[in-house]
């Protein structure tokens, strides 16, 4: 598959968004600038640039609680999305939902969701209102190798295949939940083995690789728009940092060998990428510098943007409780 | 002004809203067939793209029917209260919370329409009257129709309206006759179905049947009883509870939820709390007993509130 | 595999108890001598029976709404279960269950259970508990076609797996979830197809031949006591009736072929075990005819027990409710 | 008498538990490196066969503790309050039904700890306050400890109890400190904890403390509150609340659930019902606000009680 030099491009810049906003977001929690949890999604860019690059702007996506990394990749408000993680007005959800509820449906993302696994049945609709409506938009939802052994994942596969839903389960298999491992965890070899049980293809894909996702999710989408049904596709990925802020000084080590931990660090999906666009002769190291760096001034602008937005104040409680509001019981 | 008996009342509410609307539909488990009755013929009309036979995946389909109405759709979910504890995810963490969470930009116009089949030997697990739970839960709009006016005008409101709707269908009910309209009931408006001046009674779906008959009954006895139909619950038209309570002094909750932490518990407690100095005596819950529903009918019938119970409670706060 | 004649001979007896036991449940509800849902097993009896003879009594079933063949087969009281469903003092659950929910401890029957799927996890656990008091017993659950696509089956299979726990999932295939057919809700073939995704074996069993589920169970048996973890049996089979009692008027014909019926009628698991026994001279023609008329015996007691057993009065109404009784609140 | 604090005092009652019966055992995520701070150390003593990580499939695991249970042994299973949702139908289908259902045959002394993890910007999936909820279905025992010494001894009266039980454990509390015993404390029994004579406030889980600063500030302006613990939910102590209320003729309830069908809602409607005659002015709910828990502290800190909310409706029941 030929993929464009735009594309290319726009993977790395993309990337370089996600890991400096998370690397910020890091920093700013440390130095106690918000509070609440919040789970960077550092070595694990290039599955949800991948994915999404694969899609257009009317695709809907659906993530979980590691969710800094899927609405960047679609291209949602990064100032937004650092507002929302400050608590303020000017974040995606005013201030109501925090680092694992950004979504921002102007651009197709249905939001992140705490409860794990939980998202999964939400974008199934998604895809089933695309072929009720004869659309041909598709839905995609992210979910973890742990979030693989909850019944909502078996039961909305089970139904996005009997009814041939254009719907994409992409499993990010970063190998734990938590402190539990993989092999502790899941009885079968890949969460993408799983796909026979629904009759559907699974695809295991080199979760480091963004062109290696963008190839298996624009071939699920060309299948999704065509009618043929779902597909899972597993993202084999590491996440480089802690499972979430705080707990990251507790735990760090505990359950991970270093020995494990810097081998997939030597796969960081940004060096692997900067280097086939370099090496291609798309673009020079210091083009790649540049986007970096670029990409760094918009996170600290976006930092500065959440930092003055105001906090919400007491007449905002009950806003957006309701669509058509009711009395305050 | 026609008669429809309360299930036919509820077939027709759907009928019509998806003749007004392409993107509402129906699913649910054995509706083409109409296995519980009140989805007759919608597959002939409308074929099987809007009336949909799930598979038994109810956390599945539940949250399928939420993601669908985020995009365009206005699902209307059909199912039996019992097997809304395997969806109960989708309920909460998705169609209660999500609008707020996502600070209003989510809109899930879904409705289920989940029947309570108690009172014929379904025992424990099939016998839920479970919307109490989510009265404590904030984000779903609660119906609880007591009439075929209620079962029809309820459902049209509960499709047109944006948020979450879950319709408590009393089974006892669905057999019952009554005259109803083309028009949407609002919610959160109860309604008075007979005035009084000694107590209120207020009844909650199968029970306001019951707590009319007791006032009937105690009318001949001399006492005049209010009955109150809430009709909502959330939205609950506390109001019309105040001003009936202000007018008497005394009140009755009838109530066929466990009565702890009830609808009635949460009926009593506004009550004594805003409406205190209108009282004249203690407030009286009629609700089920705290025991699982027995399978026994010698037992089951022990379980309800019955026009009995309503009765003796009145005439304890007139004591 | 050998199986004793003894064994053989037994199979027919717990057809036959079944068979007649949900002939006369069906008359006796007909003349409106218990009011409450029943399902019946009616066509499947070889399922449930050659799982339950390849167990011990120490070993432990749990079951679902179709619930009178499982503890029939495993040697549970049949005048008791009669009783059950007749609401009296004497059934197994003194008239608190009736017919979704019998149970019979003292044989293992861990309960049926009215919500699909719902007993999966408890079996399950039952497993584990074999599994950490290093006792030898297994556990197994029966649940339908449409069970296997709650979340519960995929959660409960999984840690089955991962665990190693003796555990046996017995799928009865009767191709329909009430009216829904299989092919309209299941994405794979068949449903021990998926014992894959959990990495177990995965055996479809002709479940209108009694002595292939005994053998399929043994052989799942041995390697749950042997530590080697869980099987998922498919047992491929067909209701009779209709879906429960009260439904049949109504519904009856209008989602399976009369052709379909009846070619799976002439599959009686009675018939076939019968012509076996007969072929083999294990039993002659009149010997067959003794044991479906001591049945009828049976069967006639059981009725008279249950009729003759007393309705529970208010005294009874909150027996049962705690083990470490409570204040009424 | 030793001080520990909260969550030592639930790991101190896990060990020793452990150490008494070899058929108690825990099960959980992230358990053995103990991430909720409470099952410290666990692993190390009791090896993986007692202490089990499990995957992400709370429906699964929280039904294969009853399985267990049903069978011999005594499971201790670690959740948030939030993760439930995933788990109902194990939760009240199984636990909470299944011994009534087989009319008393079956026994299932399994424990839930469910963590209360709100107040600090955990946003509306994971602040749960679940417990009325489970008030509702009966068949399930409730803890909702208060100190550390009710950590601790409710616990263990959790584990030697035949029923299932839910802890709700507030995270608030988490790192408090208190003197603990080694010694059960009996359910349905709540505890005095300060005395008065103007107005009772029951404070529940959380909420006590407050209802005890409430208290004491509330001194020095000259009213004096009697501040009750009840320790559990189901059994509720109903009698002292209702004779404290007799004793001070006012009633407010501090409540951190949602304030409809809440905790308070019972207790209110209780009173309202059995201690009418007993109460002088309105009883005051001081719940959480009918919305979800937001992300921003400057909105999360105005919905649940507080030491202000309390005391302004102690003033009001006063006026
Ligand atoms: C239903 C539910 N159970 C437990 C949790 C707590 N929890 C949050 S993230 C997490 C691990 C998720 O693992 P995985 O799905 O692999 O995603 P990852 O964090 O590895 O990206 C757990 C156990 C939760 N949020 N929801
Ligand atoms: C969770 C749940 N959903 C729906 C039902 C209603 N219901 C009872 S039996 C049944 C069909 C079950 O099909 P299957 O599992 O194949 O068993 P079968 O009846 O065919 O033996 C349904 C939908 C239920 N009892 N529980
Ligand atoms: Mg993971
Ligand atoms: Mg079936």
Redesign the pocket.
């Known amino acids: 598959m030929e993929i464009t030099k735009e594309i290319q491009r726009l993977m790395l810049e993309r990337m370089w968004t996600i890991r400096n906003f998370e690397e910020k977001v890091i920093e700013v929690h440390e130095a106690g600038e918000f509070v609440g949890p919040a789970h960077p999604y550092i070595g694990e860019e290039a599955v949800a640039v991948g994915v999404c690059l694969a899609l257009k702007d009317s695709d809907y996506i659906a993530g979980n609680h590691r969710s800094h990394g899927h609405p960047l990749a679609k291209g949602g408000s990064i100032k937004k999305a650092m507002a929302e993680i400050y608590g303020r007005v000017d974040g995606y959800c005013k201030g109501k939902g925090g680092s694992m509820h950004l979504a921002d449906f102007s651009v197709g993302i249905l939001g992140e969701s705490g409860i794990v696994g939980s998202s999964v049945p939400v974008a199934t609709g998604a895809g089933l209102a695309s072929k009720m409506r004869k659309k041909d938009f598709v839905s995609v939802v992210f979910f973890g190798d742990g979030a693989s052994n909850q019944g909502a994942c078996h039961e909305s596969m089970n139904l996005a295949s009997i009814w041939k839903l254009p719907v994409i389960f992409v499993c990010e298999n970063n190998q734990y939940a938590i402190t539990n491992s993989y092999e502790n965890s899941v009885a079968v070899d890949n969460v993408s083995d799983r796909a026979v049980a629904y009759n559907m293809p699974g695809i295991l894909v080199d979760g480091q690789n963004v062109e290696a996702m963008y190839e298996a999710t624009a071939e699920a989408v060309k299948r999704a728009r065509n009618g043929e049904g779902p597909t899972l596709i597993e993202g084999l990925t590491y996440r480089f940092e802690e499972h979430s802020l705080g707990l990251g000084k507790i735990r760090r080590g505990e359950y991970r060998d270093k020995a494990e931990i810097d081998k997939w660090r030597e796969r960081d999906p940004l060096d692997i990428h900067t280097k086939k666009l370099i090496e291609r002769g798309i673009l020079s190291e210091s083009d790649c510098k540049k986007i970096e760096n670029d990409s760094k001034v918009e996170i600290e602008e976006a930092v500065n943007f959440a930092r003055n937005s105001e906090f919400p104040g007491p007449e905002d409680l009950f806003e957006g409780m309701w669509a058509n509001p009711i009395p305050k019981p | 002004m026609t008669e429809k008996i309360f299930a036919d009342a509820i077939n027709e509410a759907i009928a019509e809203e998806m003749r007004r609307d392409p993107n509402v539909f129906i699913m649910g488990?054995?509706i083409r067939l109409s296995i519980y009755g009140a989805t007759k013929n919608l597959y002939k009309e409308f074929g099987e793209e809007r009336v949909l036979d799930t598979p038994?995946s109810?956390n599945g389909f539940f949250g399928a029917a939420i993601g669908a109405s985020l995009v365009g759709m206005r699902p209307i979910v059909e199912t039996?209260t019992?097997?809304m504890w395997?969806a109960m995810d989708q309920l909460i963490s998705q169609a209660a919370k999500m609008r707020y969470m996502f600070g209003g930009q989510a809109t899930l116009p879904v409705v289920y329409r989940a029947s309570m089949a108690y009172g014929s030997g379904s025992a424990a697990h099939?016998s839920d009257r479970n919307y109490p739970m989510f009265m404590n839960m904030p984000g779903i709009k609660i119906a609880v129709p007591a009439t075929s006016a209620d079962a029809k005008g309820l459902l049209k409101t509960a499709v047109r309206d944006d948020d979450p709707v879950i319709i408590f269908e009393d089974t006892n009910l669905m057999g019952t006759r009554g005259d109803v309209t083309d028009d949407e009931i609002p919610f959160g408006k109860a309604v008075i179905i007979k005035e009084g001046s000694d107590c209120t009674i207020v009844g909650i779906a199968g029970s306001v049947k019951l707590a009319l008959d007791a006032a009937n009954n105690l009318e001949k006895e001399g006492i005049s009883c209010e009955v109150i139909n809430p009709r909502t619950l959330v939205p609950l038209d506390k109001q019309s509870i105040l001003s009936s309570v202000e007018k008497t002094g005394r009140l009755v909750i009838a109530d066929p939820a466990h009565k702890v932490c009830s609808a009635a518990s949460e009926i009593s407690s506004i009550v004594a709390e805003e409406g205190f100095w209108f009282l004249q005596s203690p407030i009286i819950k009629v609700a089920s007993e705290q025991v699982h529903i027995p399978y026994a009918q010698s037992l089951e019938k022990l379980v309800y509130p019955n026009v009995d119970k309503i009765s003796t409670a009145v005439k304890k706060t007139m004591e």
């Open positions: 488990e054995d038994l109810e039996v019992s097997f395997v099939h």
